[in-house]
């Protein structure tokens, strides 16, 4: 058989065909995507109108904007930035410690053993009452002394008046008189002097030999106690630590800058770590005339009542200082106005009916409702000062 007798190859007329298929997927396509493209848009464009279809604010730009209904449901209000006088309101750090005049620090003055314990740390104590007893050689040898010294002054006052009997009787000279005098006059003054000795011993002159007796030098509780019966002790160790908790200072720090503002007498809200909603009012007694050259403040102590023992020496606190100090004059917003957008302080100022934009600001001192804004606020602007909280979870989500 001849070649040309062969029949022509079947796969030419399918090969013609892939030009046609090709271009008929890429109209779909491009069809397709403009499709898309045209849901898109109009998804976008519908976004705010939903938004504010749903009573829900929206950015528009730098601005926000929100319908009639979600300023009513939440309760938006406003009040101008005025220029106004104020008196600034501290909050400071400091610490409790004790009042001076209401702690005592009880030792032993003279080296010893502890022979036995009547009180321990927590317990109550009266002005007065025993704490301890204490065996001490020294103060021993002390009160012997007195005895010694007072039967030496006996035999010499004796002695005084025999012979100024026998000195009026011309059977013996004045002079002897007079010398007698003179020695017993003299063991007199040695008697006081070791009767002070034994006092300053902190024993007791016509007490049990050699046993000091510790006592409560005023009415408290035992806040500290670092001894135990059996136990030998220095004169320098403090046994016991005696407090009256029921007025305590508070030391507080306050800056250099602060201080003009900060008077005696003024009152000061001392606020809990554990409890920041309890306030206890206490009073400015002393601002100190020194300022620490290292933290550049001052100590500022304040008296409190403590008759509930909340606050204990010791403890941290935050103190609110309403200082009467000179008053300027500050373009102010109320405190509910300020909020925090990525950790700064922001105001949401009303540009228009239903629009306002969050502006940072600089603040400056504040009181108990006002605060200073030193920058980004003009007299007159308005501001949110209710609902601020809702108006910034919708936008800042």
Do not use: C
Not at 69 to 88: G, S, V
Not at 126 to 144: C, D, I, P, R, T
Not at 166 to 183: C, G, I, T, Y
Not at 211 to 221: D, E, Y
């Amino acid at each position: 058989m001849s070649t040309d007798a062969l029949p022509p190859p079947t796969n030419v007329p399918q090969m013609k065909k892939w030009p046609v298929l090709v271009g008929g997927a890429l109209l779909a396509l491009v069809v397709a995507g403009a499709v898309l493209r045209q849901r898109s848009d109009a998804q976008g464009a519908a976004g705010p109108t939903d938004s504010a279809a749903r009573g829900t604010p929206y950015l528009d730009g730098d601005s926000i904007r929100f319908s009639k209904e979600f300023e009513a449901r939440e309760r938006l209000t406003y009040a101008a930035a005025r220029d106004e006088l104020l008196t600034p309101t501290l909050q400071v750090t400091g610490a409790v410690t004790y009042d001076a005049r209401r702690v005592a620090a009880i030792g032993a003055r003279i080296d010893g053993r502890i022979r036995t314990l009547a009180k321990v740390e927590g317990e109550d104590v009266k002005a007065g009452e025993l704490m301890a007893e204490l065996e001490s050689v020294e103060l021993g040898k002390a009160q012997a002394e007195v005895m010694k010294v007072r039967a030496r002054e006996k035999v010499a006052r004796l002695d005084e008046e025999r012979e100024r009997r026998l000195a009026d009787a011309k059977v013996s000279p004045e002079r002897d008189a007079q010398f007698a005098k003179a020695n017993a006059e003299a063991l007199t003054a040695e008697r006081v002097a070791a009767e002070k000795s034994v006092e300053a011993l902190g024993g007791t002159v016509d007490g049990e030999l050699g046993i000091l007796r510790l006592r409560a030098p005023l009415t408290g509780r035992i806040v500290e106690s670092k001894v135990k019966r059996g136990e030998t002790v220095e004169p320098s160790d403090t046994l016991f630590v005696v407090a009256d908790l029921s007025k305590v200072w508070v030391e507080l720090s306050v800056f250099e800058r602060d201080l003009p503002a900060v008077r005696e007498r003024d009152e000061v809200e001392i606020r809990l770590p554990s409890a920041r909603q309890v306030a206890i009012k206490g009073t400015i007694a002393h601002v100190s005339e020194v300022i620490d050259p290292e933290t550049r403040s001052a100590h500022v102590r304040v008296e409190v009542e403590n008759a509930e023992k909340l606050l204990r020496p010791g403890l941290s606190v935050l103190g609110v200082i309403h200082a009467s100090g000179p008053r300027e004059s500050r373009l102010v917003v109320p405190r509910s106005a300020i909020t925090r957008i990525d950790g700064k302080p922001t105001v949401f100022v009303q540009v228009g009916e239903g629009v306002v934009e969050p502006r940072q600001v600089d603040l400056g001192p504040e009181d108990t409702d006002d605060i200073a804004v030193l920058k980004g606020l003009k007299a007159g602007e308005k501001v949110v000062t209710g609902g601020v909280l809702a108006l910034k979870a919708e936008v800042f989500r």
